[in-house]
């Protein structure tokens, strides 16, 4: 079975800009759930999709949203990017809303400059 | 989710088991106890859960307390590639079941 894969690995974006960052969830999950890593922080949950619906959502700005399709893939936006938003954008993905635990994948690494 | 506590960090040498404690006093009952590692630049690995009975897999064996208020992760035969940060998580499965990392346990296993 395929594991969880994010895209891209690295990105490096202009304060202000907007970036789309995707995830592709391991084969027979229906959940993806976002997570925002700082540096020396464990990471904090941004939201979660479950069947394509948004499924419960963390303390982050209305400019964090996302997507679920319904191959149960996903993608994270974040517009009007801060130099906070800087860190490790991890992907989990699960089945029924994480009832079984949840794979990661290995994150896409945003700086904001 | 209940919250956890965990000694920031701990050393372990290579070959010997490493116990990593975790408290959660107040779990409540229909909380699992998860435990993830995150090795540097990866994303968390998940490594065992339970309820209240022990459990133990190819990974770890995972200890629980009666009153379930602490659990203790024994790496039985700690190798190198076990240094990484230890995460212990309260999660209700019965809801949308967010992880609610702290900043773990750093595990350094040295020769």
């Known amino acids: 079975e395929t594991g969880v894969t994010q895209s891209p690995t690295h990105l490096i974006k202009t304060r202000g800009q907007q970036v789309t960052l995707r995830c592709s969830s391991q084969?027979?999950?229906?959940?993806v759930s976002w997570y925002q890593q700082a540096l020396g922080q464990g990471p904090q949950f941004i939201f979660q999709?479950?069947?394509?619906?948004?499924?419960g959502r963390g303390n982050f700005p209305p400019r964090f949203s996302g997507l679920q399709f319904p191959n149960y893939s996903s993608e994270l936006n974040v517009n009007a990017l801060e130099l906070d938003d800087s860190a490790l954008y991890l992907c989990a993905s699960s089945r029924e809303a994480g009832a079984y635990g949840y794979t990661f994948g290995s994150g896409t690494r945003l700086t904001v400059v | 989710d209940a919250k956890t506590t965990q000694p920031t960090s701990m050393d372990c040498a290579e070959g010997r088991a490493a116990n990593l404690p975790c408290n959660h006093s107040t779990i409540s009952g229909n909380e699992y106890v998860y435990w993830y590692r995150q090795i540097h630049s990866q994303g968390p690995q998940y490594i065992i859960h339970g309820l209240k009975n022990n459990e133990t897999n190819e990974m770890a064996s995972l200890i629980i307390t009666e009153d379930r208020k602490s659990s203790t992760l024994i790496l039985p035969h700690a190798t190198l590639r076990d240094t990484a940060v230890y995460y212990c998580i309260a999660v209700n499965t019965g809801t949308a079941s967010k992880l609610t990392f702290g900043t773990g346990t750093r595990l350094q296993v040295t020769l």
């Open positions: 999709y479950y069947r394509e619906e948004e499924n």
């Open positions: 084969s027979g999950h229906n959940t």
